[in-house]
């Protein structure tokens, strides 16, 4: 669910709550350790999007994912319009190389370009922790 964010955010927050968690406290973050991510590149999106063209944007956009109890939302500006993405864990699948990771929610095929390795090893273990606590 690709979303444009506009002044309305306390409607928009109640919809990625429901879908994927509420945001996580301080202490929520320590307890589960869970401090966000590196940051990623966003190289394409897929179908394209009405409102994002990715081809003929020079600029980069540059995101980190955060990790709910129920799901991943990320959010990220393209031409000074921010948009959110919150998909929950059931409907995420993703695939990761070297130098690359391809993320596919419930409608949308995201490649991002993955900026720290190291980080981004322990983001994927993160992940499957998280859906493997959803599933108990």
Do not use: W
């Amino acid at each position: 669910m690709l979303i444009k964010v506009n002044n309305d955010s306390l409607l928009l927050e109640e919809m990625i709550r429901n879908k994927c968690g509420k945001k996580n406290t301080f202490i929520d973050r320590f307890l589960y350790r869970n401090f966000g991510t590196s940051r990623y590149r966003l190289i394409n999106i897929l179908p394209e999007h009405k409102e994002i063209d990715l081809s003929s944007y020079n600029d980069c956009i540059f995101l980190n994912f955060d990790l709910r109890k129920k799901g991943i939302v990320f959010y990220f500006r393209y031409k000074n319009t921010e948009y959110v993405e919150a998909c929950p864990f059931y409907s995420l699948t993703f695939q990761s190389n070297d130098k690359s990771l391809v993320m596919q929610t419930d409608k949308y095929t995201y490649s991002f370009e993955i900026l720290n390795e190291k980080n981004h090893k322990k983001f994927i273990l993160k992940i499957y922790d998280f859906k493997s606590k959803l599933d108990r």
